[in-house]
């Protein structure tokens, strides 16, 4: 069976732009487009699904139509999100992934790879860590010694996360980023410019608000890929 994109739209701007950005990537892919207009009700032959994002779809997640809505959490295919406003920074090829490297999403790994392997162009991994809790009861500051040897192991966490891809990938640039911020900080921080931002579909409530931050405030189509 042929997979296809599927651009799913209505008449507003979001959808248009959602379209546009579609018909770009069956280009890269080599794939046939086919644009449904409401909810897609059918995506077994579709190697993603593409729909614009209104910030009302952000405000409730449990909103019938939205992107975090039950029919998209069940999803068995990658869903990309587009917002209207796409003219900001000059944008680059660019990929960014962002990963929980102790939990890696390996089909969200493999679709970034893919997504930058297409466009001939880097991908910027991020991992995104906090310091352990402990450090909340310290009485004084953090020793640097021990925050740079945690965050060392972050580092060589990411690595050894990464290095089955590197070696079935080795003509895409990757580039690995070891932050300490939330996930969705991470993220918007280190996706400007880009032209796409991955992430791993996840279930629980911390999920749905790393996904409504980083919607809320995206620049560039995020895609979101069932795990």
């Keep these: 069976m042929e997979q296809v994109i599927l651009a799913s ?18 280009r890269l892919r080599g794939l046939p487009l086919r644009v449904v207009h409401g909810p897609p009700q059918e995506v077994s032959e579709a190697k993603m699904v593409v729909c614009g994002l ?16 039950a029919d998209v959490e069940a999803a068995a295919r990658p869903f990309v999100f587009v917002p209207d406003d796409l003219s900001g920074p000059r944008r680059s090829e660019g990929v960014t ?21 297409i466009r001939g162009s880097r991908l910027h ?15 004084f500051a953090i020793p640097e010694a021990d925050r740079a040897a945690w965050e060392d192991q972050e580092v060589q966490q990411l690595a050894d996360t990464l ?14 980023d070891v ?7 991470a993220l918007l921080h280190c996706s400007a410019g880009a032209a796409l931002v ?10 749905r608000y790393m996904i409504r931050s980083l919607l809320r405030k995206a620049t560039c189509p ?5 795990s």
């Design 125 to 139: 991994v991020v991992h995104a860590w906090s310091l352990p809790a402990c450090t909340a009861e310290l009485p």
């Design 54 to 69: 209104r910030p009302e779809d952000v405000a409730d997640s449990q909103t019938a139509g939205s992107p975090l809505s």
């Design 163 to 176: 290095r089955p891809w590197r070696e079935k990938h080795p003509e895409v640039p990757v580039l690995e």
């Design 198 to 207: 991955v992430v791993g579909r996840r279930p629980g409530a911390e999920w």
């Design 222 to 226: 995020v895609a979101v890929v069932p």
């Design 9 to 26: 739209i209505d008449p507003s701007a979001p959808s248009r732009t959602a379209a546009d950005w579609a018909a770009h990537e069956a």
């Design 97 to 117: 992934l962002g990963v929980d490297a102790r939990d890696p999403a390996a089909a969200a790994i493999d679709f970034a790879f893919d997504s930058a392997r």
């Design 179 to 185: 932050v300490l911020f939330t996930p969705a900080q």
